[in-house]
T-cell receptor, first 111, second 111 residues
Framework: DGGITQSPKYLFRKEGQNVTLSCEQNLNHDAMYWYRQDPGQGLRLIYY???????QKGDIAEGYSVSREKKESFPLTVTSAQKNPTAFYLC??????????FGPGTRLTVL | KNEVEQSPQNLTAQEGEFITINCSYS?????LHWLQQHPGGGIVSLFMLSSGKKKHGRLIATINIQEKHSSLHITASHPRDSAVYICAVPQTHLVTDKLIFGTGTRLQVFP
């Protein structure tokens, strides 16, 4: 079955620790995205990548980093520089400029 | 930059009722997306449309490009339709895959 997987579903970390969220897709999509969702707000774009070994900052990239070493994988690292990291994180992928397919999300809680 | 507004924010219905959710945006676009987010957080793409109307089962999406407005209709609503419905459009009038999202309409359908 083709799709996008994100792991883990729930993640707890202590303040000041870096944490990496996984996103894998087997849809052979070129483009991948990371979004953050907070209560009462729309999804906001953190980073996106349109091709392997290339990525661009989104609207709220500060405190985050990504890599795109493989087409299938687009991990997101939430660094200690992110002031308010507790949120729901969604990964998505798309073929060219068509509809985006979303993963199940990771809920990160920083204690 | 595009702004997206959805109405209503919350919607409660009895099973069988006809549902309408509205989305307005400020900048001319190439296509508009309707998404469904279930309580667990996962997001499913329902429609991507650039003109006219699309239908899938009990869901109908319409768009009026001149008025910069789209509607999502659900006929014969059912409790399993309970979810958050999100509208998304490209950030600018240029063809782009960077989307901005409305804050969503939370729908609850009671038996």
């Amino acid at each position: 079955d083709g799709g996008i997987t994100q792991s883990p579903k729930y993640l707890f970390r202590k303040e000041g620790q870096n944490v990496t969220l996984s996103c894998e897709q087997n849809l052979n999509h070129d483009a991948m995205y990371w979004y953050r969702q907070d209560p009462g707000q729309g999804l906001r774009l953190i980073y996106y990548s349109q091709i392997v070994n290339d990525f661009q900052k989104g609207d709220i990239a500060e405190g985050y980093s990504v890599s795109r070493e493989k087409k299938e994988s687009f991990p997101l690292t939430v660094t200690s520089a992110q002031k308010n990291p507790t949120a729901f994180y969604l990964c998505a992928s798309a073929l060219n400029r068509n509809e985006q397919f979303f993963g199940p999300g990771t809920r990160l809680t920083v204690l | 930059k595009n702004e997206v507004e959805q109405s209503p924010q919350n919607l409660t219905a009895q099973e069988g009722e006809f549902i309408t959710i509205n989305c307005s945006y400020s900048v001319g676009i190439s296509a508009l997306h309707w998404l469904q987010q279930h309580p667990g957080g996962g997001i499913v793409s329902l429609f991507m449309l650039s003109s006219g109307k699309k239908k899938h089962g009990r869901l109908i999406a319409t768009i009026n490009i001149q008025e910069k407005h789209s509607s999502l209709h659900i006929t014969a609503s059912h409790p399993r339709d309970s979810a958050v419905y999100i509208c998304a459009v490209p950030q600018t009038h240029l063809v782009t895959d960077k989307l901005i999202f409305g804050t969503g309409t939370r729908l609850q359908v009671f038996p």
